[in-house]
T-cell receptor
Framework: SQQGEEDPQALSIQEGENATMNCSYKTSINNLQWYRQNSGRGLVHLILIRSNEREKHSGRLRVTLDTSKKSSSLLITASRAADTASYFCATDAKGGSRLTFGEGTQLTVNP | EAGVAQSPRYKIIEKRQSVAFWCNPI?????LYWYQQILGQGPKLLIQ????????DSQLPKDRFSAERLKGVDSTLKIQPAKLEDSAVYLCASSRDQTPWETQYFGPGTRLLVL
């Protein structure tokens, strides 16, 4: 079964707005990563946050991690049409060796 | 640098036929992964290689799926015989080493349709 569950499943916003998507997971983790998938560039790594970190930034991306709630959020600020894609969280569990992906959030940014 | 290459990009077969997919990872990447992504779901790891050895194949349906990476570089994934539920995108990825937090670089995928 998938380790992560993203919420919402689908999100539609206007260009320039912020987009927030959430990920919940079940077991203790070492790290959590976010990936983006679109038809043009395939699946691409965006950002990694370690279990001892609470927040991380990369350009227009802000990721938070709350290990007590076993959840993470990805915020994309000032969204662009090119941000239209599916976003997946992926975790590697403590004691595990593999990366487990969630179901994904489909983000549509309307121009 | 060149990315992960996969072929073919699309394949349509009938159930009970066999099919093979090919992957060439990024040069110098020791770890290679095959994932299955069913429509509307996230990728699921099928098998992970470190050089030419298998690290994790616990989620590979071994009665019909096989994979090899004989010289520690490119890899093939085979399905024989295919079932309707094998319709999915098969993604190959590579990384510098096998630690799960190492960034994985994905190829464009092979979209398989089993009729």
């Amino acid at each position: 079964s998938q380790q992560g569950e993203e919420d919402p499943q689908a999100l539609s916003i206007q260009e320039g707005e912020n987009a927030t998507m959430n990920c919940s997971y079940k077991t203790s983790i070492n790290n959590l990563q976010w990936y983006r998938q679109n038809s043009g560039r395939g699946l691409v790594h965006l950002i990694l946050i370690r279990s001892n970190e609470r927040e991380k930034h990369s350009g227009r991306l802000r990721v938070t991690l709350d290990t007590s709630k076993k959840s993470s959020s990805l915020l994309i600020t000032a969204s662009r049409a090119a941000d239209t894609a599916s976003y997946f969280c992926a975790t590697d569990a403590k004691g595990g060796s593999r990366l487990t992906f969630g179901e994904g959030t489909q983000l549509t940014v309307n121009p | 640098e060149a990315g992960v290459a996969q072929s073919p990009r699309y394949k349509i077969i009938e159930k009970r036929q066999s099919v093979a997919f090919w992957c060439n990872p990024i040069s110098g990447h020791a770890t290679l992964y095959w994932y299955q992504q069913i429509l509307g779901q996230g990728p699921k790891l099928l098998i992970q290689f470190q050089n030419n050895g298998v690290v994790d194949d616990s989620q590979l349906p071994k009665d019909r799926f096989s994979a090899e990476r004989l010289k520690g570089v490119d890899s093939t994934l085979k399905i024989q015989p295919a079932k309707l539920e094998d319709s999915a995108v098969y993604l190959c990825a590579s990384s510098r080493d096998q630690t799960p937090w190492e960034t994985q670089y994905f190829g464009p995928g092979t979209r398989l349709l089993v009729l």
